[in-house]
């Protein structure tokens, strides 16, 4: 089994890419190792000590690691645990599979909603999914559109640029209810 590796915007993550499928479908995110208890595979990587999160595409792992820790001397374990993970044939997700990441939304905007949805899916996510990050729609509230930022997005250093220049720009382009767009916490 040959990994690949390709950094990302977030100099924090790194994104490994194992030559095969990972999520048959959506994306998982593990901020932390308390969290990864449906993920053998996010449990394994979290064994690498200054490990502080996981997150799993359709055909990569974005793992983020403390800031003190440098790369050169966590990649190799990295790659190790991941490449332990497929070799051993465990799933990768145990119970519930992961869902499409978005909120679930009702209401008198409900419409305008789908359109946002529908936008993230088609125009931003599959490009977000190129840095080894996810960002999926939180809220609608008063014009104003909340995203959740995951894997590589989280804590980017471009990330405010991107939610402000590129997503907002789109939204308020094709959607004139869209005012504004804010990123959320988890």
Excluded at 32 to 60: C, I, M, Q
Excluded at 134 to 153: K, N, P, S, W
Excluded at 157 to 184: A, D, F, Q, W
């Amino acid at each position: 089994m040959f990994i690949q590796t390709e950094s990302t915007p977030n100099p924090a993550t790194l994104k490994f890419l194992p030559g095969q499928t990972v999520l048959d479908a959506g994306t998982a995110d593990f901020p932390s190792s308390e969290t990864a208890d449906k993920s053998p595979l996010a449990a394994r990587v979290f064994g690498v000590e200054g490990v502080t999160g996981v997150f799993l595409g359709n055909d990569f792992v974005t793992v983020t690691k403390q800031d003190a820790v440098e790369w050169d001397h966590v990649k190799p374990a990295i790659l190790g645990a991941i490449m332990e993970h497929f070799q051993s044939g465990q799933p990768v997700m145990v119970g519930d599979g992961p869902e499409s990441g978005h909120a679930a939304s009702e209401g008198e905007d409900s419409e305008v909603i789908d359109q946002i949805k529908q936008l993230l899916d088609t125009r931003v996510r599959p490009a977000v999914a190129q840095d080894g990050g996810d960002i999926t729609f939180h809220g609608f509230e008063r014009g104003v559109v909340y995203l959740h930022m995951q894997g590589a997005c989280a804590g980017c250093p471009s990330s405010t640029i991107t939610l402000k220049m590129g997503i907002e720009n789109l939204l308020r382009h094709y959607i004139p209810e869209v005012t504004e767009v804010r990123p959320v916490g988890v």
